[in-house]
């Protein structure tokens, strides 16, 4: 690819051009073939988008496609419920006088449309697109996101805004968790306590749930909704208690307690689920249901002696037994309101048709058992959101990588995708869009784009680009940055505060520290630092950079130089600015060893620098002192990690190499 | 009042106490005395913004009083239709342990639970309001805000977080400029062509009139329609050329045109008039019906025979007696319809009634004329924020000065108050915030506070505390620079067109220059640097005060020497950084001469910072050739000026003092 483009993700084939197709304000769109009506709101809401992201209203649909400067035409209208696998191929050839986007479907075209406003960029004559064809076409099928709605409820608005920034990457799923033990977030009809007593408040209504569910399918998003079941069902049984496994009653909401299980012994267990899946069955109209199914804890079952002797009454060996024997129940149920049932690793056992879909939380090894087995999966270890890993390594992540890589291709074919998870422990509306932007971007790219698009460079500058153009689709992931570390500032001037800010992460995988507050409050406020930091330092990672090319230069590249001195200079100094702030604002008085550590890193990198400057090597003592510092600046401390920390560590480390090198 | 608070408007009264309150979750808020349904709102609308706020949730409403952390009293529902003149008093007692907010009026506790919102700080022990007593009551009955919707029509979420903002500001009146020339904004069921022909489809439905009208009641905000008659009207005469004083057909929209009037000498125009002010009076609850009355042009009258020949008929000398007897008529058919009219300077006219209100535009002389004949007025002469005027220059305009500050009392309380102005020529939905806020702020003050609260140091430390709060309200103003300037750069690197943006402001008065582009288009683009960048530049604020330090220290203040002389090798390197993009973006193209000269002319400051310190006098030469260029930046260019170079002229002027010296 034209290494001048910035798309995202990258298409299957580019043929570049010479020249342009300049875009003024009487831009001309016509749509010819196959009616549909995606097009029909899909092409407006693509020239909306074009005008906000330009700031030049452009509003100009003709009939006459002979004449238009950008011409759609779409083979067919596309199926009535959008299916898996459904062709989203599609052709975009652009010359300078016209643009033609060809599609199978209107799924292609809504595609094209996104990567032709991705194509769009000032120059010297005007607004623009570079000549060039692009061939495109999904690497995989399913391509998909899970938000999480149960450790903290999100709004529809915010819901639908991450579907604009998924439909601006292509992604085509968005897998809906609906229900967990903190709360039960659908409407119910029929068992109105679901709702009623397992959600607090917080949940959406029917007529909402469709409007969402039209919102998706206007921009290509099947939407797979998923009911936790028979664990993480604490929220079903607060009130229904008599499906638990342990008698209730049991509280709603975010609490610390024992995991729940629904007692699959019983056959009213069964009547109540018929009719929960028949009612929901009713409300996604997609052909695949979730129904959970991991993380089933023992001990509800274990301290159940009825459950114990059915599990020996029919012959089980233990609680995994009993599960099997509850999916393959429950497959049936769901089978009859005309769904394939899907589930997390744990429903897998061969018992359950070839039909159910299983995904990964647990890697490729698992999905390539599957396979093996015959079963259909997704990937979704390596794309958990929350674990606020950096954006490279969730990029790396390759669902046909290790033993998926070796599968025949009859085996293979059935790894359909992945989904990245975006479990809300601890997001909120405020910061959800920041946990899940841009990163999220990158791994788009990875369902979509070939295989071999992995150039992590290429990807971070395209994906430094991508993130603020999302900001025009009314995500908050930038906009939210500043005024967070105001209100943690209880002021305007944040200078000091922000050079903190960002040069740290919050910490990785599971280790956040949760403090439930005495007396115990039903939502535990998000406002620390920890949530307003990015998942990703960008100081941090072109920090690491200068420090690479410094290091790899054998300390002649004077321009890098240059640059690591001056941020070092600046977090050196900015201790002593920030000090007041961080005692005067209770949010941020866990903060002050973070502040601290960070300028004297700072410090020691600045000897580094001149000492290297000067040839005069550093001694070992003062290396071994250096590196305790080091050492106490990389833990967690406040949920945070100083990320330019390593960075100053191997400034450190080459330049003052001690006498028991490594071999 | 204490320095440390940050309250705008500043209350009339604060007694300042030892201590305070913490706030945390579980703060509890309860209301006594009087029901009214703006309480019921607004309480729970004041715990989400402190939730907002905090990033806290906060959620905790009670029905016994005597243990709420905060209470408030209320003596009286108030009017059905809010009133001018209610009684809009609080008093706000903060001890360690509770609040007590009393109020006569539901208006007087919304006030108060603003206050208490701008109270709210974070410190040491938590978030925190110190422990006081305000007593408080506005200055001016009419605290408003004019928002045109015609040149530019401002969508519905747009108009409500601006009523937020405006109840913040403890403004209590929004002018609704509904019709002119270029849009007629609301739907008219008898007369439908109105907004069928004379909106470009871009209008209000009666539905979103209403839900707007309780909108704003619910934050104590009255809503005073304007349709203009009998000038400014060509949007009413679109859809009834037989109306208008020369024959159609009329454009509808933006479009360089003559200006038109309506024909006042036809029987018919009354009873169209009749049936338009009776059907816009029963939609617009409150009291006072704005009639525009302001610029009929002469053209349209005096070349129709027919209207000059009705003018010697009736004895009349001239247009302006014309204009005088419609007004009578109309002021009738207001009446009527039991609407009190207001007008602009010109409907004012010895043989209308002394209800009538006159809005002046042209200053505190019409205001106190108008005040002298009887008719109460408004002054909005020094707060048209379209001008683009400094904070500083609005907040000093005081509707009782000039020619106001000598009426008797009588007549001086016929000066209800003042409204800001925000005409929308220039202004599109993504600028109008920037436009209006945090400017409008200070003018809020201005109507509010007491007289002798002026000092413009306080008023712009506390505005600038002020601006981001109101970010929390959705307001744009803030946060909608950096992507404005991403897009005018097409890129994530927006340093150095930032630190041009921020020295820069758009030209004031009416001196923008508008291209319409060939072929015509319906709406001109807003995207350029004039639009991003900011009425009232901070940076140059700022600058200029550093300035004035060092120069009054004699040259001696090397601290602020020092921070001169960091923002001018700034801006003197910052256009070789620049240039790439201000060639490679046709929408920078013409600011590179600003950029240019800003490099030059920090130059020359350098230079003269450097002759001070080597004690050596900048030869006459110099100084004659660095003003030529001073001179040049000062112009405006691509709608901008610089903004600095006032100041820097000011530098080179003191440090080298030419023979001739001013006495």
Chains 1, 2 share one sequence.
């Not at 570079?130 to 938000?147: K, S, Y």
């Not at 109105?192 to 399918?217: D, N, W």
Request: a negative charge; aromatic letters at 8%.
């Amino acid at each position: 690819m034209p290494s001048t483009l910035t798309l995202m993700p990258v298409p299957a084939k580019i043929q570049p051009g010479a020249g342009q197709l300049v875009i003024d304000q009487l831009f001309t769109v016509s749509v010819a073939g196959a009616k549909d009506s995606r097009l029909d709101s899909g092409v407006p809401r693509f020239l909306d988008q074009l005008s906000r992201q330009t700031g030049m209203p452009v509003n100009n649909l003709m009939a006459d496609s002979a004449k238009a400067a950008l011409v759609i035409h779409v083979a067919s209208g596309g199926r009535k419920v959008q299916e898996l696998g459904e062709d989203e191929s599609y052709t975009l050839e652009v010359t300078s006088s016209r643009a033609t986007l060809t599609a199978a479907t209107p799924l292609g075209a809504l595609h094209g449309l996104q990567t032709f406003l991705q194509l769009v960029e000032p120059t010297p004559a005007g607004f623009a697109v570079p000549v060039l064809t692009i061939r495109d076409e999904p690497r995989f099928a399913w391509r998909g996101l899970l938000i999480d709605v149960c450790r903290h409820f999100i709004p529809l608005d915010v819901m639908k805004r991450n579907l604009d920034g998924m439909a601006a990457l292509k992604l085509n799923v968005l897998h809906w968790h609906l229900s967990d033990d903190e709360g039960f977030r659908v409407e119910s009809k029929k068992l109105p306590k679901l709702h009623g007593l397992g959600s607090e408040g917080q949940y959406y209504t029917q007529a909402e749930i469709r409007e969402f569910v039209a919102y998706a399918r206007d921009r290509g998003i099947r939407v797979v909704p998923e009911f936790e079941m028979p664990g993480h069902s604490r929220s079903i049984v607060v009130g229904y208690p008599e499906l638990a496994s342990q008698p209730g009653p049991y509280p709603a909401g975010r609490v610390a307690r024992d995991a729940t299980a629904l007692d699959v012994t019983q056959e009213k267990t069964y009547k109540f689920l018929d009719q929960l899946i028949g009612e929901m069955a009713g409300l996604f109209p997609d052909a695949y249901f979730h129904i959970g199914g991991d993380e089933v804890d023992d001990k509800p079952w274990n301290s159940n002696p009825k459950i114990q002797e059915f599990i020996r009454m029919h012959g089980m060996k233990d609680n995994r037994d009993l599960q099997a024997y509850f999916n393959q129940r429950l497959e049936k149920i769901v089978g009859k309101h005309g769904k394939i049932m899907m589930g997390w690793d744990e429903i897998l056992h061969p018992d359950l048709p070839k039909t159910v879909v299983v995904q990964s939380w647990r890697g490729q090894e698992s999905l390539a058992a599957a396979a093996k087995q015959g079963y259909r999966g997704l990937l979704s270890n390596g794309y958990y959101l929350d674990l606020m890993w950096p954006t490279a390594r969730h990029y790396d992540v390759d669902p046909m990588s290790g033993a998926a890589a070796t599968l025949p291709p009859e085996e293979a074919k059935r790894i359909l995708g992945g989904e990245a998870c975006m479990w809300s422990e601890y997001v909120t509306p405020e910061t959800i869009d920041s946990r899940i932007w841009p990163r999220l971007a990158a791994i788009a790219e990875r369902f979509w784009s070939p295989q071999d698009v992995k150039d992590p460079k290429s990807m971070y500058q395209r994906l430094d680009e991508v993130s603020w153009r999302l900001g025009w689709l009314g995500l908050t992931h930038e906009s939210n940055y500043v005024p967070m570390l105001r209100r943690l500032a209880g002021g305007e001037d944040i200078r000091a505060l922000r050079v903190l800010a960002d040069a740290v992460e919050p910490t990785k995988d599971y280790t956040r520290s949760e403090v439930f507050p005495q007396p115990p409050v039903k939502r535990v406020p998000m406002n620390l630092l920890a949530d307003a930091a990015r998942p990703e330092s960008t100081v941090a990672r072109r920090f690491d950079e200068l420090i690479g090319n410094y290091i790899e230069s054998g300390y002649k590249d004077s321009a890098a130089e240059a640059q690591i001195r001056a941020w070092l200079v600046k977090w050196q100094g900015n201790h002593a600015n920030l000090k007041p702030l961080l005692e005067r604002s209770f949010l941020l008085t866990e903060d002050q060893p973070l502040s601290e550590d960070l300028a004297t890193l700072s410090a020691a990198g600045l000897q580094v620098l001149d000492a290297v400057g000067k040839n005069q090597p550093l001694p070992e003592a003062w290396r071994v002192e250096q590196m305790a510092i080091v050492e106490r600046s990389m833990k967690p401390r406040a949920n945070l990690l100083i990320m330019v920390a390593p960075s100053i560590q191997r400034l450190i480390e080459a330049a003052s190499p001690h006498p028991t090198n490594h071999p």
